[in-house]
């Protein structure tokens, strides 16, 4: 049986949909410019038959067709290498480390662990010089089967492809989900009822009973491979006689039932092949027949199978339909199994260990040290090749090996923290309950503990994780110190995530561990972080600044050094770390230089879990710069790294961006979403960011009663990094409304908190604060002093409000002249950088001076979309487009097309007028 049609478009029956939309993605591919597009759909519902009808059409095409496997997950990069393997013979032409981090990703040699966007820029740049001459299309089958390392890095590729002739098309069964969310999606449903009929009479091989008909229809539910598959499975009588009854097994049963019948009327020695076949999954032919040759079965076993058309020998072997596969595999014995995947262990390649190791356990019918070893080594070579989530995969394996109860405890500990690091759940819980049957000495149990409470805090970021961290902590106090600390120092973490909705005594209970636990010189600098933060949470803030100033210069001074210790808390970007502390202590240049230090470094690390959080961090501080364009490109990149990842998305700053520039509906409605998630998971830190949002958005806009119940509720806890943001945001509105007394509590906590800095920033938004409490000459000192220091930082949103301030109090006190030099300023500055509600606000006060605000002209480079912004300052920085499209993960091609867009726009023709042509905050 065939396709899954009669006299369609494209012999393809009630597709018509479908069909149109591949061909939109070829013609995309065909004229210059890069295509994605992911099929979903139930098993057999069509969409190999979708990639073959793309395969058809693509003339003209390279075409790269692969095919996920259930059993190959584990394998590192098995499905990438299969995508790549026609273009090897240009891996010469790549750039060197990136050449080196895919050689080192497919085992072709040896190295450190490969940055992992290195090898996606690999690809990018593979597929980029193979479409030199014709377009690419590349079609993914099963991709809810390809291993963790391949479907990372081909999403990552499938959301960086722009100015590439490729065509790119994922087929994946619902409702999986595999790091493609977010991408163009086309969901492949069943046939409509009139076209079920028709496609059911074509394949039925006799008359059907009219009853039978009907269930038939109804079961199938428009899918085309039931459709065609099930009249098979069914007796001639119960076809005729209507005796079958639907529903007693899945639909997939019923598939692989038919295609089982098919394989079983083969001849015994072509059922052997198959069955070798079915438990191969890389599709090598010679493999194949070297395995078969070693259990005796002949070569021409082959043609009854290939005549069947049940599997194609070719140039790889390919199975019909995936279901083909399953069907046979599933219903061999469990000595056949053993018997194929020890014939194709010793008929791998001796240079391919990891794939020889991975039959030898599928062939094993009980533990085997020796087999666990090798795989516990293939661990090993995975991780080193950057494979996380196959390094566990190995080790869970090896556990499973493994007779020897201590050597199981430690290896199911090894695939837990493989596990984690691999940011999965899969088999976690497994590896730990095995583990936990032991026998455990006591620093094995406190290891096991301190998996536990992080898995939690790493799943959920919520306020159970402290209390765990912490009795983990305890634990491995006696048993190893520095661990200990470490661990408590992710408690700290967890506590500053927690935040509001943390329980005090735990909080407490942290950072008396944490300061009992540090050693007399705290030389190291997990110490020095360890110190400041419980200095933090018991002395509170100002007290522990002095700490704070220690660790902040300590990490500073480390990163210039470009020493990074074993411990990912003195660089990840978590709020535990020194970045939040820049904004704490008002130090806007060791904010800017931490920030920019905090990406380049996960960027050189490929840290996909980290670099969001770092871009994040970045783009506040572009926030604060008023270069909101360039924190919006970079909180886009952030969310497409955390889609392609499946990480959960990094909010924070689109809350406080979306507050400045006023997007009132959208950002009331994120804040509403942020609050619910929060309070389900119990991370209070965004609950106070979300309210401290609110309060900034409604000060804006001149809402000043809504905005003060919102900086109340900002105010009630004193998180880490922007309490006294909250603080400003006090004192203006309850200014406003009238509640002096409420400001001026505010303003002592603020005025504490700032002369412990003393910074520029810190001093600037105290005076313009105070002013805001004063009268008289007071004021006018307090907010003319507020002014020289801000233009001494680099805080632009907060130099323009003390404009608007200054404007606003003197529009009051009938200076009007005076006043409009000040409002102009903040009326251009805010407009420029596109915070509205605070534009709208300067304007108002414009008009009421008797002026109208001067008509802006908007610079052509405001029409720059995030990127082409990110590129235009890398542009005028002087960088390459190649060094622009390793910054950025793209490819040199798509960076040329941007460029392409930007000197049209901006009506240039070469990089020396690009340079002249930007506005400071491009």
Request: overall charge negative; some cysteine; hydrophobic content about 45%.
């Amino acid at each position: 049986m065939g396709k899954f049609a009669i006299g369609s478009q494209g012999g393809l029956l009630g597709r018509n949909d479908q069909l149109a939309a591949l061909d939109h993605v070829l013609a995309t591919a065909r004229a210059g410019n890069s295509a994605v597009v992911v099929l979903r759909g139930e098993a057999g519902i069509g969409k190999t038959a979708l990639l073959d009808y793309a395969t058809a059409r693509a003339v003209g095409f390279r075409t790269v067709s692969v095919a996920g496997i259930e059993s190959e997950m584990e394998l590192p990069f098995a499905t990438l290498q299969l995508v790549c393997a026609p273009m090897m013979g240009r891996l010469h032409e790549l750039p060197e480390p990136q050449s080196e981090a895919l050689s080192v990703a497919f085992g072709l040699r040896e190295g450190t662990t490969p940055n992992r966007f290195l090898v996606g820029l690999a690809v990018l740049g593979l597929l980029a010089s193979i479409t030199e001459d014709h377009p690419l299309v590349c079609l993914i089958d099963d991709a809810q089967w390809i291993d963790e390392g391949s479907i990372e890095v081909l999403s990552f590729v499938a959301r960086r492809l722009k100015a590439e002739p490729v065509a790119l098309i994922f087929a994946l069964r619902a409702p999986a989900n595999r790091d493609l969310s977010g991408l163009p999606e086309l969901m492949v449903k069943g046939l409509s009822e009139p076209d079920a009929r028709a496609l059911l009479a074509a394949a039925a091989r006799v008359r059907l009973d009219p009853l039978v008909r009907d269930r038939i229809v109804a079961e199938a539910r428009g899918n085309p491979m039931a459709l065609l598959y099930l009249p098979q499975a069914l007796a001639p009588a119960e076809l005729a006689g209507g005796f079958w009854l639907p529903g007693i097994h899945p639909l997939t049963c019923y598939l692989e039932s038919a295609f089982h019948q098919e394989f079983r009327s083969l001849p015994p020695d072509s059922q052997r092949l198959l069955q070798t076949a079915a438990a191969e999954p890389t599709g090598d032919v010679a493999l194949l027949f070297r395995s078969t040759r070693l259990q005796d079965i002949p070569v021409d076993a082959a043609a009854p199978a290939d005549a069947a058309g049940l599997v194609d020998f070719r140039t790889r072997v390919r199975f019909r339909h995936p279901l083909v596969r399953s069907a046979i595999y599933q219903r061999m014995s469990a000595e056949d199994r053993r018997t194929a995947h020890r014939a194709l262990a010793q008929a791998t390649d001796p240079h391919d260990p990891d794939r020889r190791a991975w039959h030898r356990a599928r062939a094993a019918a009980w533990p085997d040290e020796n087999i666990a070893t090798d795989l516990e080594e293939s661990a090993g070579r995975a991780q080193s090749r950057g494979g996380a989530a196959a390094a566990a995969s190995f080790l869970r394996r090896s556990t499973e090996m493994t007779s020897d109860p201590a050597r199981r405890v430690t290896r199911a500990l090894a695939a837990a923290q493989a596990g984690i690091d691999a940011g999965g759940t899969d088999h976690i819980y497994d590896m730990l309950a095995a583990a936990e049957a032991g026998p455990l000495d006591a620093l094995q149990r406190a290891r096991l503990e301190r998996l536990r409470a992080s898995l939690v805090f790493s799943r959920i970021r919520g306020s159970a994780a402290p209390r765990l961290l912490l009795d983990a902590a305890n634990r491995l106090a006696p048993l190893d110190p520095d661990l200990a600390r470490e661990t408590l120092l992710e408690a700290a973490g967890a506590v500053v995530f927690a935040g509001r909705l943390m329980e005090e005594p735990v909080r407490r209970e942290v950072a008396a561990a944490a300061r009992a636990e540090l050693p007399p010189q705290t030389t190291r600098t997990v110490d020095v972080l360890l110190h400041s933060m419980a200095s933090l949470i018991i002395d509170g803030y100002p007290a522990s600044a002095d700490a704070l100033w220690h660790a902040l210069r300590t990490v500073q001074q480390e990163r210039k050094d470009g020493v990074l210790e074993n411990s990912p808390w003195l660089w990840l970007g978590c709020p535990l770390t020194p970045e939040p502390f820049a904004p704490e202590l008002w130090d806007d240049d060791a904010w800017c230089e931490m920030a920019a230090g905090a990406v380049d470094i996960a960027r050189d690390a490929g840290a996909l879990s980290v670099l969001p959080i770092a871009l994040n961090y970045q783009a506040c501080f572009h926030v604060h710069a008023g270069e909101f364009d360039l924190a919006e490109s970079e909180i886009e990149e952030a969310k497409t790294i955390s889609e392609a990842t499946s990480s959960p998305p990094m909010l924070y700053t689109s809350l406080v961006l979306g507050a400045w520039r006023a997007q009132e509906p959208q950002t009331l409605e994120l804040i509403e979403s942020s609050l619910k998630e929060a309070r389900e998971r119990g991370e209070g830190r965004i609950l106070g960011l979300a309210k401290y949002s609110t309060a900034l958005l409604h000060n804006g806009t001149g809402q000043y009663d809504t905005a003060l119940e919102a900086a109340k509720s900002a105010c009630q806890y004193e998180d880490l990094g922007f309490f006294g943001w909250a603080l400003i945001e006090l004192i203006e509105a309850a200014v406003h409304s009238g509640q002096h007394q409420t400001a001026a509590a505010a303003l002592e906590k603020l005025t504490d908190r700032t002369n412990a800095s003393s910074t520029e920033w810190a001093l600037g938004a105290q005076a313009y604060s105070h002013a805001l409490l004063s009268t008289g000459q007071t004021a006018d000192g307090l907010y003319q002093k507020a002014i020289e220091h801000l233009r001494r930082c680099k805080i632009t949103v907060h130099l323009a409000r003390a404009h608007l301030l200054y404007g606003e109090w003197l529009r009051r006190e009938n200076r009007r002249q005076e006043s409009r030099a000040h409002l102009h300023f903040a009326y251009d500055k805010f407009s420029s950088m596109g915070a509205s509600g605070f534009a709208d606000r300067a304007q108002r006060e414009l008009k009421s001076t008797g002026e109208n605000a001067r008509k802006r002209t908007i610079g052509t480079d405001a029409k720059l979309t995030g990127q082409e912004s990110q590129i235009a300052r890398l542009v005028k920085a002087g960088h390459t487009n190649s060094e622009i499209a390793d910054k950025l993960f793209i490819s040199p091609r798509t960076v040329e097309w941007h460029l392409g867009n930007v000197f049209a726009k901006l009506g240039v023709t070469s990089r020396t007028q690009l340079s002249s042509a930007l506005t400071p905050h491009t």
